[in-house]
T-cell receptor, first 114, second 108 residues
Framework: KAGVTQTPRYLIKTRGQQVTLSCSPI?????VSWYQQTPGQGLQFLFE???????NKGNFPGRFSGRQFSNSRSEMNVSTLELGDSALYLC?????????????FGPGTRLTVL | KNEVEQSPQNLTAQEGEFITINCSYS?????LHWLQQHPGGGIVSLFM?????KKHGRLIATINIQEKHSSLHITASHPRDSAVYIC??????????WGAGTKLIIKP
């Protein structure tokens, strides 16, 4: 089975721009979670989608949004980028129960905001 | 005080040594994850626990719900075990709270 894939792997943007990241889960997995990893804050939970619905949300501003499609693929969007948004964005898929299931992580998208 | 505390923060050991990494948490949880992150960012889920003990190869994870404590053990450690090991708990609000990680270096 193919693993979790994320595109793009690297991205450079400037302040004020917006960005969309994509995550394709393992086939059969219906839950997709997104995380932000920075050196200062470590790993932080952004949100989790299941069956095209946001099921859980972390403590991030509304500039961070996401969606999930009927094939379970998920996208994350960040609008009005700030320097502090530079981070590794990881997505993880699981069968159905999100953070109470074993999660399988993608390689991440490294976003640099200049 | 962080809700999830890992110790030690850094650990250097010789190949073959028995390794223990600890995780203490202060919130009620429904599950606890141990993950491994290699340089370059790739994260691999090692265990998901809600009680007792799990073993996979040379890795053993235990959890004591009453004491709010979990340990990850590595037997017969090898340089390829060098990585950051992260403990994360799922709290009652279904949020994943992450520990800061333990950086493990195994010297040949």
């Amino acid at each position: 089975k193919a693993g979790v894939t994320q595109t793009p792997r690297y991205l450079i943007k400037t302040r004020g721009q917006q960005v969309t990241l994509s995550c394709s889960p393992i086939s059969g997995h219906r839950s997709v979670s997104w995380y932000q990893q920075t050196p200062g804050q470590g790993l932080q939970f952004l949100f989790e989608y299941f069956s095209e619905t946001q099921r859980n949300k972390g403590n991030f501003p509304g500039r961070f949004s996401g969606r999930q499609f009927s094939n379970s693929r998920s996208e994350m969007n960040v609008s009005t980028l700030e320097l502090g948004d530079s981070a590794l964005y990881l997505c993880a898929s699981s069968l159905a129960n999100g953070v109470t299931d074993t999660q399988y992580f993608g390689p991440g998208t490294r976003l640099t905001v200049l | 005080k962080n809700e999830v505390e890992q110790s030690p923060q850094n650990l250097t050991a010789q190949e073959g040594e028995f390794i223990t990494i600890n995780c203490s948490y202060s919130v009620g949880i429904s599950a606890l994850h141990w993950l491994q992150q290699h340089p370059g960012g790739g994260i691999v889920s090692l265990f998901m626990l809600s009680s007792g003990k799990k073993k996979h190869g040379r890795l053993i994870a235990t959890i004591n719900i009453q004491e709010k404590h979990s340990s990850l053990h590595i037997t017969a450690s090898h340089p390829r075990d060098s990585a950051v090991y992260i403990c994360a708990v799922c709290d009652s609000n279904y949020q994943l709270i992450w520990g800061a990680g333990t950086k493990l270096i195994i010297k040949p």
